[in-house]
């Protein structure tokens, strides 16, 4: 089976065996992947989107060290045991930069992207980018056992079958051959927040276009009234670092900066204002132009 555009070996070998435990219809061309992010944290003490500009390459967290997950990219860490689970040891032995970059195929065409959990703004990427991803439902932590390319994969099926949570339930992409930003992005977008900030400065140097969401919002009285769904210290937190009684992907990234707050903590916030605090309506990622709104499926409208 031929990959466009990878020339790594392993990246190859890796293609190769998931393709061979892959089974289903072939993925909607029209369909993309996205990587969900936030834009304004930093790693290495640097602002994420100035490297990004620096490198002109979306790493890894093997490369970067962060991540909006677990961080357990490091030999012997769990990343590193689920990447030798599912391709059978291709990477075992392979440089951070040349392992795969993980996103989500959005299938639903989100206008938030397709796994929000990670991130209130995400990168569409080319279409090109399905013929070297391979995809798993549910996400890798889980340990799953089906498994897909663009050739063929039921994991649509399977997705919409389920009734797992709105912040769990994507098909986790993993993209081989690394993320070029001016080769393989289709646009940046953006949580409205960020409009007239360092954050939108910093994303007009990437080569690539930007795009915008209505954005992510939450009242302090939404807030704690969800507060059940992560804990209540964290809708207590929540409230403590809203700007005029809103919680924003803004607010929660400024109190990041600070170092006062324990990251995780902040990311149980996140994990609410992005459960229940994303834009209202309906449409899609790939008009090519501004988004124009779109609630998220399964997720709640901001509430007053």
Request: proline fraction near 6%.
């Amino acid at each position: 089976m031929d990959f466009h555009g990878v020339d790594s070996p392993c990246a190859r070998a890796a293609l190769r065996h998931v393709a061979a435990r892959s089974a289903g219809p072939a993925v909607d061309a029209r369909l993309r992947i996205t990587l969900n992010f936030h834009p304004d944290r930093t790693a290495g003490g640097r602002p994420v989107l100035a490297t990004m500009a620096r490198d002109g390459r979306y790493h890894s967290q093997f490369v970067t060290g962060t991540g909006n997950g677990g961080l357990t990219a490091h030999p012997g860490g769990d990343r590193w045991r689920w990447e030798s689970r599912i391709f059978g040891g291709a990477y075992d032995t392979a440089a951070g930069h040349e392992r795969p970059v993980y996103g989500a195929l959005d299938f639903r065409r989100q206008v938030v992207g397709a796994a929000p959990r990670f991130g209130s703004s995400h990168f569409r990427l080319r279409a090109a980018a399905l013929d070297r991803a391979t995809f798993c439902y549910p996400d890798s932590a889980a340990e799953p056992a089906d498994f897909g390319v663009a050739a063929g994969m039921s994991l649509i099926a399977l997705a919409e079958a389920d009734d797992r949570d709105a912040l769990d339930d994507y098909i986790e992409a993993q993209v081989h051959g690394g993320v070029d930003l001016a080769r393989d992005v289709e646009a940046l977008v953006l949580d409205a927040c960020y409009r007239g900030t360092p954050v939108e400065a910093a994303a007009l140097r990437l080569p690539c276009p930007v795009e915008w969401h209505p954005g992510y919002r939450l009242t302090v009285a939404a807030l704690r009234r969800h507060g059940d769904y992560r804990g209540r210290e964290y809708a207590e937190l929540g409230a403590r670092i809203a700007r005029d009684g809103l919680v924003d992907p803004r607010a929660i990234g400024d109190a990041a900066r600070t170092g006062r707050y324990d990251p995780q903590d902040l990311k149980m916030v996140w994990h609410t204002l992005a459960r229940f605090g994303a834009p209202e309506g309906a449409g899609t990622a790939y008009s090519g132009a501004e988004a124009s709104g779109g609630h998220t499926p399964g997720v709640s409208t901001p509430s007053a």
